[in-house]
């Protein structure tokens, strides 16, 4: 298990089709593709929250295109696949969001974007098209990689996928405990962790032969 920090940014995971980096930027970079993969941004989750009447912190939209901008300038992809859940749902769809995601998308004109469609993506609907995003089905074949939203098996091939928020709990020293976002590796799948700032995670337990990278 390696932490990935601040301090140690990147680890790096050999597959049969090409080394992957993981960062603790809770993104994978493919050398081979010059593509970066992020998963579960959920744009519009906190605004829709909102909307319903729950207090919950503004501007994570801004943030969250700030520190993929971050990562953008750290790997300089050729392309980004977002692995489903862009955006989080209907309300996303509003005037705030959608110039942020533009003035974004035009800073970084040079990038092809795909995105894998998600359960939220299709509640949410298809992002405009003057974003200039391609919208795909799952699985996505890139390589050797199948680009999915949702965790399976594809044969034959290294499944990159996100939807379920991975998390691991670290013991420390008497009761402290802390409950980190992490990569979680399988045989055959590489789950990524949830890139969005307002999302929750799910627990996971690995078993033998398998991995995870937990994201201080």
Known sequence: MRLLSATHPVSTVETPFGVLILSHQKVVFSPTQKALFVADI??????????????????????????????????????????????????????????????????????DMTLIRGNHDSKAGDPPATLNITVVEEPFVLGGFALCHHPHTV????????????????????????????????????????????????????QAGEAVFPVV
């Open 155 to 206: 044969p034959g091939a290294l499944v990159l996928a996100g939807h379920e928020h991975p998390v691991v709990v670290l013991n420390g020293k008497g009761r402290s405990r802390a409950r980190l976002p992490c990569f979680y590796l399988k045989s055959d799948q590489l789950i990524l962790p949830s890139f969005g700032a307002f999302t929750g995670g799910y627990q996971v337990n690995p």
């Open 42 to 111: 959920h744009l519009g989750k906190a605004a829709t929250f909102r909307s319903l009447g729950v207090p919950v912190p503004a501007g994570t939209t801004q943030e969250n295109l700030d520190r993929l901008s971050l990562a953008i300038a750290d790997h300089q992809p050729h392309a980004i696949y977002f692995l489903g859940d862009l955006l989080h749902a209907k309300a996303a769809h509003n005037k705030d969001l959608l110039e942020k995601l533009h003035t974004w998308r035009l800073q970084h004109t040079d990038i």
